[in-house]
């Protein structure tokens, strides 16, 4: 492990539920040509104790210090693995921040339900995205990319959001957070109150639930000012 010589952080990726790790793709290879190292968990959303684990085990592939970038669900992940000694910073977007007595699906029961929820099923005990429920995903993309989104989706246990985090990373490290304001998955009042909970610098984008595909120059912005803080 290369610590003390390196200046920049390295970011680990952490995606939500039915936007694999592939959702970061417009991210990467701009940080990766800037001389950031990267790398995105991939897990089974299986447990959230289980995701968390596996993205601790990502921390170790690349040289700390380490920014977590969270999106949706991933939030809830980074929230667990981020107090991780070798976790300098956390980035939510449009993401979920629980505290410690709370689950991935707590606040979301104090907002108004979202449209996607009436776009999924349950089926062979993994929660699917119907095909027409990207446009309450990532209505904001092309026909072809949110085909691609459909494709590559995540799908998880149906009980995977009443698990704890494992631990509460944004009250003791800093936090960037991007609210995506047209957001028919985690309601951007949510988004809002969890930024203003957490006392994150937050940034708020005309944007879907994925603002890392509909408007990555804006995301990248933020994650450079996470990397230069």
Known sequence: MKTSTQTK?????????WADGSCFSKLIPTLQAEGYECIA?????NTTAEDVAVTKATIGRVS???ILVGHSYGGTVI?????????????????????????SQTQQSNFPKTDVFSHIE???GRIWLRPEGTEYFCGDLS????????????????????????????????SWYIVAKKDHTVHPDLERAMAKRMGASTYEVDSSHVPMLSQ?????????????A
């Open 9 to 17: 952080p390295s970011f680990v990726f952490a995606h939500g539920l």
């Open 41 to 45: 968990a991939q897990y089974g959303l």
């Open 64 to 66: 700390s210090p380490v």
């Open 79 to 103: 929230t667990g693995a981020g107090i991780d000694d070798r976790v300098a910073g956390l980035v939510y977007i449009a993401a979920l921040a629980p505290d410690a007595d709370e689950s």
């Open 122 to 124: 349950v089926v062979d």
């Open 143 to 174: 026909e072809q990319e949110q085909k691609l989104v459909w494709a590559t989706q995540g799908v998880p246990k149906p009980d995977l959001f009443e698990a704890k985090a494992g631990g509460t990373a944004w009250k003791s490290k800093p």
């Open 216 to 228: 990555p120059k804006f995301v990248l912005d933020v994650i450079r000012a996470a990397a230069n």
